[in-house]
């Protein structure tokens, strides 16, 4: 049986505990405080400087669709897609092709869902990335169908490339998306999935390239991966972008990075990959649970209209050409709660003036 990351081990980690006082000098302790104070100082100072030398560039505003997500917000998810391709006025899409979706039995496939995305996108003009693979946007990371679970870990591997090829085949002769993204972050160990496995995804990788010459792009965590093996691995690299995120032991915090410390890290691996852009840009609150669960007012503390245009004119001065924006579904539900500022706000950073 597979082993899913996220599941509970019966492993308890050995600590030990140091602690400052006891016989510890007072003035030791008056200089540790000093130097962490002038390190915070000296940090902040940088970042003010940084913020104020970075310029804006043109950057085209797409964003990720995720039809489950917005099933999960008790959404039409096909009502909600077509408003996002008409009313808000997306032209740049990130699609997943959910395995659980796609192969809820054995053996027996069904594309219908994405070709219909995939045709009213071009319907439209809208430039289209092809989200394939096990690791895919949106908990629980991994969408391996019920009838995979159990698997053992090999059979599972096994079962992944024998999906993916059954995807190529259909989407490959497909001229209605640019690129393939394969996995969703797939080196970066988040969600109920199993270990991640290089080896595995560089047979991904060449399952995709042995039936169609399209870009690979391989996604990274923005803020908690080095980017160097999935730029070396891939013709373009996806970095997310999160500025205020939660976690268990501290609540919620504001990531203190600028937009040249990302363009700097940009540089350094630009001589691995064709080209780094922004694959998810947080448009949506991190919220300890599920956002149907938690109050409207308290969502809207933590992403407003304010801070979704701060996120958009941080990655305007980060020196990528491509944003996609994460929780376009999300604005749809708060609209149809009677909460229509995100979506309208949405609305105007997607109109072709908002770049002029």
């Known amino acids: 049986m597979t082993k899913f990351r996220g599941q509970r081990s019966n492993y308890r980690g050995r600590f030990r505990h140091y602690r400052l006082g006891g016989d510890t000098p007072r003035h030791v302790i008056f200089m540790l405080l000093a130097v962490l104070i002038v390190a915070a100082v000296l940090y902040l100072s940088k970042m003010v400087v940084d913020n104020l030398l970075s310029s804006d560039h043109d950057v085209l505003l797409g964003a990720t669709f995720s039809k489950k997500y917005a099933q999960e917000l008790g959404l039409d998810w096909r009502t909600t897609y077509l408003a996002s391709l008409d009313d808000l006025g997306v032209k740049a899409l990130r699609l997943p092709v959910y395995w659980d979706d796609i192969e809820p039995s054995f053996g027996k496939f069904d594309f219908s869902d994405v070709d219909w995305q995939l045709a009213e996108a071009r319907k439209r003009g809208v430039r289209v990335i092809l989200a394939v693979g096990m690791k895919l946007p949106r908990w629980p990371e991994c969408h391996v169908p019920t009838w995979a679970v159990e698997l053992d870990e090999e059979v599972l591997k096994e079962r992944t490339l024998q999906m993916l090829r059954k995807v190529v085949t259909h989407f490959s002769t497909s001229t209605d998306f640019f690129a393939w993204q394969v996995e969703n972050e797939p080196l970066f160990p988040y969600g109920e999935c199993p270990e991640a496995d290089i080896k595995l995804l560089q047979r991904e990788i060449a399952v995709v390239r042995s039936a169609d010459s399209r870009p690979v792009i391989i996604t990274e965590s923005g803020e908690l991966s080095d980017w160097v093996r999935s730029a070396i691995l891939s013709d373009r690299l996806g970095i997310s972008t999160y500025r205020s995120v939660w976690n268990r032991y501290v609540g919620h915090f504001f990531w ?26 947080q448009a949506e609150p991190w919220a300890p649970g599920p956002i149907v669960w938690t109050d409207v007012d308290y969502q809207l503390t933590l992403m407003n209209p304010e801070r979704l245009r701060s996120n958009v004119s941080f990655v305007r001065r980060m020196g990528v050409t491509e944003a996609y924006l994460w929780g376009i579904e999300w604005w749809y539900w708060l609209k149809e709660q009677g909460r229509p500022e995100m979506w309208e706000t949405g609305q105007e950073l997607f109109s072709p003036s908002a770049s002029e």
Do not use: N, Q
């Open 256 to 281: 203190p990075t600028t937009p040249r410390w990302y363009s700097g890290r940009i540089a350094a691996v630009s001589g691995l990959v064709d080209e780094v852009f922004v694959s998810e840009l």
